[in-house]
């Protein structure tokens, strides 16, 4: 499990927080009325700007910026060419047992395509397609909190417009004057807050997450072809190899030579 | 319905006024003149950016926008998989009956199409064209609330310096500053809510059903060509169900075991 | 002859101008050294920005945007399958009398084309080119607003900012303090009515003009390489609808058969 | 050449100065510090953010903003067509003598490719990937004064956040309140003025340069590849008339018949 | 090694402190506090938003920014045109040998597989998939200063607004108004400057290097293509040297006539 979201989110709320205590009185930054019209407003025009099942699912996004995986892309090679192997001695029907034991729905479904003589061309289309609408999802995912980023500032400026306001047309008290900028200048804070220091990293890191997911599935789909096509093993890791990056390559390698040792002992 | 347009602007409506009649003297933020300077300058400025007949579709953009359904995508996949049999079955021509029921005039001109013996490459061609069109048109409709979200903060920003200008000129009067001041700054206000509580996430949700309705009719021309190209229904429903979302993956799985149970009863 | 642009634009105007006028004293908003260093500065940067040829053709672009018409869809569907009849009685040939009745030089010249009895390749090729070209040209014009609708209020600012400068350094006299600064703030309301009030919805318009246009001549290149491929008139008529909104294809569908009737009487 | 840069700098330029000067003291908007930190900390950003011989070649790209040509597309259009014509008349090695009295180094590799009997395929991957390149090249020079249009009001800004903080350290002497808020703004007017009056000027004009020096480049690759195929030279004309604006090819027809005539007589 | 990185951060940052020391007070821009609020909630949302193993990869993308060479393109040419020489002369097996020599392990690999007989198709594939992920790779690292570039200015408004906060809700001692605004605006300074003078600059030549290396990489790629396809040495030299700017290929055309000069003596 990646923490950096978790320790990330904790290093910028403490400091944050921590920049309110030191300056004292922490009770003036908590204010009822104003995080109702920040927060809440940002939330209803997020909501107007996304159909209800959307909203629904925002928990399921946030569990995968927070907690998602990188996919092991090293096991992903070594499957693949493990099935090449076998698919080379055995036939592609005798992949048919593996399937069963696969994690993962996309590469489950790819092999059941191959084991079921499905034409090349097919596969390749069905997995393409199907690699896009993943990344619209995700895409679509992403984008609710990038809409929460943009739309939460103007809302802590809305915010600060109306006490601005009510604050000048009451100027008789000069008293009140600094209190009462005071409050109206929270909402923004709020505002900054949920984009900066929540929203914006949020979205940043869901286009990761994103990115890699693709990047595993390309690799899968270019390995199922390879092996429906009926390559060489060593062709088809050589192919599989180039989407690791260099580092990952070098543990593959190490990984390869301490197998290859065990079995020579 | 999908209410989370309605739903999510009262929200944000609410929350907004709330956090003013919290403030006391609501009245204050109502004017006239200013609400002129900033609405009505931008309705001319985003007519002037469009033509006629475009400001004339306006309502029905809007309807979209609140009250379009998502596209059933489970009973278009069904619908096409029963028309894939039928057509291996009883060859193309008998599709000819089916048309006539269907609501969707796209898919009903797409197997129009086919029944009339129209050539494949030409199909794919004419439909293409018209989802490209299709989506052009909703990007014009969309078009025209970017437009308002970008010109009415500056119109509110232009009302404002009017009402400083004016303010700064006639200081003479203390008293009147505060109050002055707040009038300049509700046209800033108007802008700032027009195109944060309204335009943008009408906006947004303009480009969410575009996204929608384009992918339901790329599902039909996928089912519509395969239907043509006599494939196997059963390869038909692979092809279509790779546009769903995985959760309706399952439903449809479901529902097809409950018929066949249904039907083994 | 559309109008929005013009009654856009004075309506804009109109309430803009209402709004200085209902808060007293508009000749406080009329400042000549202000105009000449908002405008004029605007203007040189923008002459800057582009070769002498494009700024002496800006008047050109202003025409396009305040009156070009829409094309006429509808008229130039019926005088297509009207070629491609003639065309599919008659010969290729046969077209070139109606060339010269043509008003729009785009479609005489695709017709003329054709008649030569040019390769299908190369007419496509060519006319493909000239829609690229226009479009180039026309994102060049529109590039001139777009550049003056950033630097308008950049150069309102720099106004700005050497007014407040000026203004700060003679604090000495606290009465000429408020209208020092609203003498400085005109260069910005200047700056930012000319960038939104004007630059933006032409920049806005001109785009919607090129699309259209654009449009235009796709559905005559469609409709020149089907009837130079002497394509059935009614398939003609099929790939050429798909270019109207559907609004339109219903009012070509009524002409159609009230012509029909009307023969039939 | 084209004075277009010129006279625009200089009259926006005069205006901003006359502006100053209209104010009375333009000695107070000259203040050496506030010039080396905002100018010299944008040069050094800007110096960061580019390899060496880049930064070396700023005077070349600067040269090309104020002083290129648009160059002679008719002139070129007529330069081809003759080749044209003489190609076809005595042969692609007749153009070998043509070659050296070209100016232009790009078309001279062109044809001197076509006369070595380059395989045509190879001569179009060549040319087009120089053309790419140079875009490249070009989009490198522009984005030199992009970055510094960024920086350059980021680094008047942080100017302008130093005075303030002295400024307001030292509140004790009031009179120096205004005098000091001055010079903090003035390293904001410096950033900006540098960013809107000299980059983002320089950089679009740098734009329009490179699109017209890419366009002039097409053109020669069309011609050069339709003079190896042995094309006809009027298809040559008519092939290359499509990259002139319409007007150009107004004066391209009037120069020809004048030549026609002139032969006549 | 290309020092421009450090030469213009030194220069940037010794102007910047420059401007501090000569208004007096150095010491009034180091606020520990406000150092964490900015630079450490800054780190803390780029943490948020990239994975553990990005965030512990950061030094290396710095090194590169500050200390990558820019690839030696002549040499590159001159290595490739002698492999295709060679090729030509002895055989594509003859090259196993002189890529143990090769220090980059991408053409290390490319010449491999070309002496591996591996199909040319398959060849382009690998390298191609392989350049397409180390742009991604790049544009990764680069993304982690361009976050950081975007949410450093908010983390440091985010702290301006707590100390403004604080500071209007003790408004009774005026005298200290002053020192706590400037107090306030620190965090906004730091801000600024992490973004413009380091972050800014960094991501801009991180990206300038990944095209010089993702250029040299197509270099290489177009030049082993050529040598498997047996092509002329002459013919390669004239592929490759498309991929040179201008003065370059005359520096190598004159290294080339003084070898040919020093092999004549």
């Known amino acids: 499990m990646d923490l950096a979201t978790l320790i990330g989110l904790l290093l910028a709320v403490i400091l944050v927080i921590g920049g309110i205590v030191v300056g004292g009185e922490p009770g003036a930054f908590v204010n009822f009325p104003s995080l109702l019209v920040t927060v809440g407003g940002t939330f209803g025009a997020t909501i107007m700007a996304n159909p209800m099942e959307r909203i629904r699912g925002v ?28 698919a080379r001695r055995e036939g592609l029907l005798a992949l048919e047992d593996d399937t069963s034991e696969l994690d993962d729905q996309f590469l489950r479904k790819s092999i059941q395509l191959v084991v079921d003589g ?17 990344e619209d999802r995700h895409a679509a995912g992403k984008q609710m909190f990038d809409t929460m980023a943009e739309l939460a500032p103007a809302f802590g400026m809305l915010g600060t417009l109306i006490g601005l306001i009510q604050m000048l047309r009451n100027l008789s008290d000069p008293d009140a004057l600094g209190p009462g900028m005071a409050v109206a200048l929270i909402t923004t804070f709020y505002g900054s807050f ?72």
């Open 59 to 86: 928990g399921k996004v946030l569990r995968r910026a927070f907690f998602a995986e990188s996919p092991d892309l090293i096991g992903l090679v070594q499957t693949l060419v493990s099935f090449a192997e076998k």
């Open 118 to 134: 499905t034409d090349p061309e097919l596969v390749k289309g069905i997995l393409d397609t199907e690699i896009g609408l993943l």
């Open 194 to 265: 949920l984009a900066n220091v929540i929203c914006i990293p949020v979205s940043r890191k869901l286009a990761v997450r994103s990115a890699e997911e693709v990047l595993s599935r390309e690799l899968m789909v270019e390995g199922v072809l390879a092996i429906q096509a009926g390559e060489n093993p060593r062709i088809v890791e050589e192919k599989l190899k180039v989407f690791l990056p260099p580092q990952l390559r070098d543990v593959l390698d190490e990984e390869k030579n301490r197998d290859g040792k065990g079995e020579e002992r």
